[in-house]
């Protein structure tokens, strides 16, 4: 059964009445799925960005909600110590109760760590870091408390990486998501997580394979062509295109189309092996294209 979630970049804008609106939509649509970045400052060049912060915003959202998956895609291990996240994540998922599922990476963006004073280790101490932090916070959720109401929380790590990252996921993860719409690179990524999932006696479907891409809906041309002129505002690389241009240049790169175009797509790209496809959600205000979604597309994949 394939299903749909939601993506955040909650660094490009979020603040707290569009997250609870957010919030509200999603679970009441029947979105799969509701997630958002752990970021502390715009990565687009707009330090003028609203960003709230991501785990008290996970926590808020376990309130607003009642049924949709939640979750960080993904938190950094260099933002917080792995003994004060598994406490953290505890209490989200109680809250929640049982909702949550632990996006975990080895941070990436040199510049906010930069700018709020983190250190910013080596790439093989930060996979070491990860490695490390998992075996930690499954530690911890065995003997303090909170307990987790699913315990061990279940873990997603993204990335393509074939050396470090496909092996961790075979071995430690609930989800891997991919973040590039590159269909022969999923597909190799995706040969080696099986080949590794053997190697070690996992079955490979326990594993969720999740595509994130971003879309732009509308119910006609011209819809379409305003919310391509809208997304402008939020992208600096499309800043100067006309609206045609931008659907031109995203209509590989994203979902883009009406309702039955998007549908089809995700069908079409379903038979790779893709269970959930988390679609960024760049207009934050745009209750409408998530009606869109939930109304029309929701149906025709499920």
């Not at 406490?87 to 040199?110: C, E, H, M, P």
């Not at 932090?133 to 109401?149: E, Q, V």
């Not at 479907?205 to 119910?219: A, P």
Request: net charge negative; aromatic share 8%; hydrophobic share 40%.
């Amino acid at each position: 059964m394939t299903k749909v979630g939601i993506m955040i970049e909650g660094q490009e804008g979020l603040n707290w009445d569009r997250w609870r609106r957010i919030c509200i939509d999603t679970d009441r649509l029947g979105f799969a799925s509701l997630r958002r970045s752990d970021h502390l400052i715009s990565l687009m060049g707009g330090p003028d960005r609203d960003c709230i912060e991501c785990w008290e915003s996970l926590a808020l959202a376990a309130e607003w909600t009642k049924t949709i998956e939640l979750g960080p895609m993904v938190s950094p291990v260099t933002f917080r110590l792995p003994g004060v996240l598994a406490k953290i994540a505890a209490s989200v998922d109680v809250l929640s109760g049982g909702r949550l599922i632990l996006g975990f990476g080895a941070g990436w963006n040199q510049n906010e760590h930069s700018v709020f004073g983190i250190p910013f280790f080596t790439e093989k101490e930060r996979f070491n870091m990860l490695e490390e932090g998992i075996r930690t916070m499954r530690d911890l959720w065995s003997r303090t408390y909170p307990k987790p109401a699913r315990n061990p929380i279940p873990f997603l790590i993204g990335g393509k990486g074939l050396k470090r990252t496909i092996p961790l996921v075979a071995r430690e993860a609930a989800e891997w998501n991919f973040s590039r719409f590159d269909l022969e690179m999923f597909r190799e990524c995706r040969d080696a997580l099986d080949e590794r999932c053997r190697e070690i006696g996992r079955d490979p479907s326990t594993i969720r394979r999740s595509l994130m891409t971003s879309y732009l809906i509308g119910r006609d041309r011209a819809d379409l062509l305003e919310r391509a002129s809208q997304v402008r505002d939020v992208i600096p690389s499309l800043k100067n295109m006309s609206p045609e241009e931008v659907l031109d240049n995203r209509k590989d790169a994203w979902l883009v189309g009406t309702p039955e175009e998007i549908a089809a797509r995700i069908r079409e790209l379903s038979k790779l092996g893709i269970d959930l496809f988390m679609l960024q959600h760049f207009l934050l205000d745009d209750s409408d294209a998530l009606e869109l979604l939930g109304s029309e597309v929701l149906p025709a994949v499920a």
